[in-house]
């Protein structure tokens, strides 16, 4: 089993950068397809980007294409997603997930989640 932690979120205003980091534990990093999610007040949990276990292929949602980019470093157990051009709309807690199978969808069932990290995109 993969245990995943986030970090890097935080409040930055419209325009502006942020760049997540999820790191796991264990051996088996390179194994797992990693994806990240975001879940604002009052709404579902939603994909927002995803990476194959080498890093050969991404998928990203229509509303974050462009501006975010999820890459990983198995060396380093973590995998990243650099957020340009943030928007108000990006606010949320954002979270990182692991699984096996590919491609990554909101009703895939993890092997693992993250906790979270806020992200908050001031107008």
């Known amino acids: 089993q993969v245990q995943l932690v986030e970090s890097g979120g935080g409040l930055v205003q419209a325009g502006g950068s942020l760049r997540l980091s999820c790191a796991a534990s264990?051996?088996?990093?390179?194994?797992?397809?990693m994806g990240w999610f975001r879940q604002a007040p009052g709404k579902e949990r939603e994909f927002v980007a995803a990476?194959?276990?080498?890093?050969?292929?991404?998928n990203y949602a229509d509303s974050v294409k462009g501006r975010f980019t999820i890459s990983r470093d198995n060396a380093k157990n973590t995998v990243y997603l650099q957020m340009n051009s943030l928007k108000p709309e990006d606010t949320a807690v954002y979270y990182c997930?692991?699984?096996?199978?590919?491609?990554?969808?909101?009703?895939?069932?993890?092997?693992?989640w993250g906790q979270g990290t806020q992200v908050t995109v001031s107008s």
């Open positions: 990476i194959t276990w080498t890093g050969s292929n991404t």
């Open positions: 264990g051996r088996t990093f390179s194994s797992y397809a």
């Open positions: 997930a692991a699984d096996r199978t590919w491609p990554l969808r909101i009703g895939t069932d993890f092997v693992s």
